[in-house]
Structure formats: structure tokens, C-alpha cells
């Protein structure tokens, strides 16, 4: 099933419609800060281990 750009057009207009401008904006955000956080989670221990001193360094010389 192939969606053209017009059944995009509606199909995000009912979305729209049903749910407001407002809420999509912070449904947006949380997706964002979810696959964010998700990045995160797969980084190694030793790639964490090596950000956290460099914050260390960064916090003692500022």
C-alpha cells in the first residue's frame, strides 16, 4: 500500500484535527528525548567512562 502525497496531506490534517497543534509539538519532543536517551543506552561503558573525564576536565579548568 503506497501513500501519495495527498493522503499525506489528509492523513495529517485529521491528525491535526484530533489531537492539536499544541500536543504534537510535545509528542514531538518526548519522541526526541526517547531515541535520544535510547543513543545513549547503547554507548559502551568505556565510551561513557571516557566522556565523564572529559566533563571532569571540562568542570576543573572552567
Known amino acids: 500500500m503506497n501513500f501519495g502525497g495527498f493522503e499525506l496531506v489528509i492523513i495529517l490534517v485529521i491528525v ?11 509528542v514531538g519532543g518526548e519522541l526526541g528525548s526517547a531515541i535520544k536517551n535510547f543513543r545513549e543506552g ?6 561513557r567512562a571516557a566522556k565523564s573525564e572529559e566533563k571532569k576536565s571540562e568542570e576543573k579548568t572552567a
Open 16 to 26: 491535526i484535527l484530533i489531537f492539536g497543534v499544541g500536543r504534537l509539538g510535545r
Open 42 to 47: 547503547l554507548k559502551t561503558d568505556e565510551e
